[in-house]
């Protein structure tokens, strides 16, 4: 069975759902039938490369809210993000443009280490000191080495704006097909949708109820045939 994530490194409640959703996948009996792949949305894509602010300040021009109401809500979340055994810095955070990560994220799924960078990044944007905003490529470089991708191969993708480019596009209009229209949003098998943060209990239903109703491979039995298997293949005989 297949769980596509789609996300967004600056979302919050992404970095909060996807603990819940994996709380949810360890419990689940046939965990290691699942596959999990995380799939591109930027919450702010027009926002240029360079225009960084405090995450207080987006919140107030964005949303015509009171700092006061902003950081509030900021408090909300680093409880919440402590239920779950997430670290969450309150203050101090930065928001940026995030397309450079998703398409760092791009490469990292063709090596296989795509949960391990999104949960590096998750962690820097949201845990650490240091901006994975304002310091420039090398800081992205960085995080990439630490989940395990090649120094290199990260540096090429982003000295080229165009490398990875079509499939965070793709991933978007996609999200938009399948109506969501805020991340996390959770597609199980392609039959089922989960939206937004849900409880741990929430995901290990949609998880039963999608592997429940996974349908059967049906035979169409023409008869004997050749065919190889466990005990080698069969030879016709002259």
Not at 66 to 80: D, I, K, R, T, V
Not at 82 to 101: P, Q, W
Not at 190 to 200: D, I
Request: hydrophobic share 40%.
């Amino acid at each position: 069975m297949r769980v596509e994530i789609w996300s967004d490194i600056a979302c919050p409640w992404c970095y909060v759902g996807k603990a819940r959703f994996e709380k949810a996948l360890e419990a689940f009996p046939h965990r290691d039938e699942v596959e999990v792949v995380h799939r591109s949305f930027e919450l702010d894509p027009g926002r240029a490369k360079g225009d960084i602010q405090p995450v207080i300040t987006m919140l107030t021009k964005k949303y015509g809210m009171s700092a006061a109401q902003a950081q509030a809500g900021e408090e909300n979340l680093g409880a919440q993000a402590a239920a779950e055994g997430l670290a969450y810095r309150t203050e101090g955070r930065d928001h940026g443009n995030t397309f450079d990560m998703h398409r760092l994220l791009h490469l990292a799924k063709e090596q296989g280490r795509q949960d391990e960078l999104i949960q590096v990044l998750y962690k820097a944007n949201f845990a650490e000191e240091r901006s994975v905003f304002s310091e420039g490529d090398e800081r992205l470089v960085e995080l990439a080495v630490a989940a395990g991708l090649d120094a290199d191969d990260a540096r090429k993708v982003l000295a080229d704006p165009a490398a990875y480019a079509d499939d965070v596009r793709a991933d978007e209009r996609e999200a938009a097909e399948l109506g969501a229209n805020g991340v996390p949003f959770f597609v199980l098998d392609r039959k089922y949708g989960v939206s937004g943060a849900q409880p741990a209990d929430v995901f290990e239903q949609a998880l039963k109820q999608a592997w429940g109703e996974r349908s059967p491979l049906r035979l169409i039995d023409q008869g004997d045939a050749d065919a190889c298997g466990p005990d080698g293949c069969a030879v016709p005989q002259k």
